[in-house]
């Protein structure tokens, strides 16, 4: 049985919400880029980070130049093999970018990449709009009831295991449904908390094989059962490396064609390393659905 039909009971009547940011509804008619600027010295693709407050500012621009509707910043890595980091440190490296980004860019949708409520909290204060947490709440038993709290939209990503042991042989009897049902179960408990503005992240690469990455994305589709926006996280990531055994600096073709697998397979929100390469992976997928050719 597939996917679809063992989740028949998640799915209601009607489309999945509208996402509300600031007073803003975002819809998901055409899928939106997410691009990604990691504030720290170890994440896993160089392209990606900045050293300071200038070097983000550089790359924050270079997202916007080219089609980003949101900027995802973190301060920490969640790399295979990280520890977890402290809040703390984590927060100033994170504020001096975050307020700077915040203040050249005041309408646009920024994103704050953390799993420390203590870090979202502050985050949201200085002007962040959205809380992207790679555990879905497991790594801070703050960090669900601070969501709530702060009422901010919330991208809660499935992940098995922490960082530093998620690859070590991570083991599903079925990935997709396993995956999904966890990701139900936060969702309704956050909903039941009156919380409506949430994205859901399947989380490739995070404490999933090679094998089962791409069984997570062949059943992609099932998620709208979820009745949430779906953002995936597939940019130059293992699942690309290893399979063509190139380097992350090497993995922007793949990278373009596991993007348009995901598109055609129903995802909302890409988040990524390299934006004009995805707003032509989007543009194309769009033209080829028939919504539209732009010139």
Known sequence: MDLMNQTANLRAAGEFPSLQIGGQIISFEKPQ????????????????????????????????????????IGATSTKPGSALSDPEQEWQRLQPVLNAVRKAYP????????????????????GADLINDVSAGKFDPQMLE??????????????RGTPETMQKNPEYSNVAIEVLQELATV????????????????????????????????????????????????????????????????ALNGTTALHVLALLNGANI??????????????????????????
Not at 146 to 159: F, Q, S, W
């Open 146 to 159: 601070t969501i709530v709290k702060l009422n901010v939209p919330y991208i809660l990503m499935h992940i």
């Open 107 to 126: 309408d646009l949708f920024i994103s704050v990449d953390t799993y420390h409520a203590m870090v979202a909290g502050r985050a949201v204060d200085c």
């Open 270 to 295: 890409l988040r990524v390393h390299d934006v004009a390469e995805a707003a032509e992976a989007v543009r194309i997928v769009e033209a080829y659905k028939g919504n539209g050719i732009n010139h």
């Open 187 to 250: 969702l309704q408990k956050l909903r039941s908390l009156g919380m409506s503005n949430l994205i859901a992240d399947v989380g490739f690469g995070f404490g999933k094989t090679l094998e089962q990455n791409y069984a997570l994305l062949r059943q992609l589709p099932g998620f709208s059962a979820l009745r949430a926006p779906i953002l995936v996280g597939l940019s130059r990531k293992s699942m690309i490396t290893r399979l063509l055994n190139v380097s992350a600096d090497k």
């Open 33 to 72: 880029l997410m691009g990604i600027i990691n504030v720290n010295s170890e994440s896993f693709f160089e392209g990606s980070r900045a050293d300071g407050v200038e070097s983000a500012l550089r790359l924050a621009a270079k997202h916007v130049e080219e089609g980003a509707h949101f900027l995802d």
